[in-house]
């Protein structure tokens, strides 16, 4: 799987960082990209049902789900709004904006946490 997907997000992020670079239209490359990857995300945890007897067909089921979800991730992420942070930053303000984005999973993380130990934590489970 980790082969599969590493190949996918390569992939994906020379091929449309090319294209978005070519025809200058990140914006479009960046709301495809992350609409498509929540889509394939929602399909990803949809692999959940498949039988458990059928173990053959889950695993490739799992594999593929994850390498098609990465793919367009990368297309959104990768290819598209990192590319577009660094077009738009200049060198006063990179620095300032990069840790702003950088503490953006980090405070994500917390707030998922927090709020979601509140959902499981009720009735004194």
């Known amino acids: 799987m980790l082969i599969c997907s590493a190949l996918a997000t390569t992939f ?4 449309f960082g090319t294209w ?21 995300t929602i399909g990803f945890g949809l ?9 053959m067909l889950a695993a490739v089921s799992v594999v593929v789900a994850d390498t098609v979800m ?3 991730g990368s297309m959104g992420n990768d290819a598209g709004f990192n590319t577009w942070t660094t077009d738009i930053l200049t060198d006063k303000n990179r620095g300032q904006n ?3 984005l950088a503490t953006q999973p980090v405070l994500g993380t917390i707030l998922g946490t927090a709020v979601g130990g509140l959902i499981v934590g ?4």
Do not use: P, V
Not at 12 to 15: G, L
């Open 20 to 40: 978005a670079d070519r025809t200058g239209k990140r914006r479009k490359f960046i709301a495809i990209g992350y609409i498509l990857w929540g889509i394939f």
């Open 98 to 100: 990069g840790a702003a």
């Open 12 to 15: 994906a992020t020379f091929f």
């Open 70 to 72: 990465r793919f367009f």
């Open 47 to 55: 692999t959940k049902f498949i039988s458990k007897d059928m173990y």
């Open 122 to 125: 009720e009735n004194n489970n």
